[in-house]
């Protein structure tokens, strides 16, 4: 099976338990319901006033819970100028008393991260204790060859359009998972 399809089985499934127990009482909530019935959430995941072009930095969090006895911890910290982004680092902590689970994300990072090892400006690291495994990567979208990590996500449905990492395409993405931001 091709990295591709493993990252998106994995993301896709990562998602739907994040979805799950996700709440936030400042946030406006917006849903839809299309002709089959499916209803969408959508959270409002920065301030009204925020300028969506403008330069700056974000502290993210997504509130995710991951079933009985796992507790998940999603950062994020987003660098941008002129609505792009410069760099973005993600920090997915998963916390249980359970090995196998432990085991289960700790193969998963490791496979997605695997596709990555020889992009450059893609970092990722995995460090697995007695009852967590954080998965952390750091993105330097300045520098990195967009061609190639293209290579590796498909051009559809990415954050990139035109050579840069839009930072309105971040936020929407990150909206439908339930992240608020705010600007520090």
Do not use: H, P
């Amino acid at each position: 099976m091709k990295l591709k399809k493993i990252s998106l089985l994995f993301i896709v499934f990562l998602c739907c338990i994040f979805l799950c127990g996700c709440s936030d009482e400042k946030s406006e909530n917006t849903s839809t319901t299309d002709v089959t019935g499916t209803t969408t959430v959508k959270k409002t995941i920065v301030s009204d006033d925020f300028d969506m072009n403008g330069t700056g930095k974000l502290k993210c969090r997504t509130e995710a819970s991951a079933g009985e006895g796992i507790d998940v911890d999603l950062n994020y910290e987003v660098n941008y100028k002129k609505g792009n982004i410069l760099n973005l680092k993600s920090i997915q902590k998963v916390t249980s008393s359970s090995s196998s689970s432990l085991d289960l994300y700790e193969t998963s990072y490791a496979n997605i991260a695997k596709g990555y090892k020889n992009l450059k400006y893609y970092d990722t690291k995995i460090v697995r204790d007695s009852n967590s495994v954080t998965y952390t990567i750091y993105i330097d979208y300045d520098k990195i060859d967009v061609d190639g990590l293209l290579a590796i996500e498909g051009a559809e449905d990415n954050i990139i359009k035109r050579g840069k990492a839009k930072l309105s395409l971040w936020l929407d993405l990150a909206g439908k998972m339930g992240t608020v931001c705010e600007e520090v």
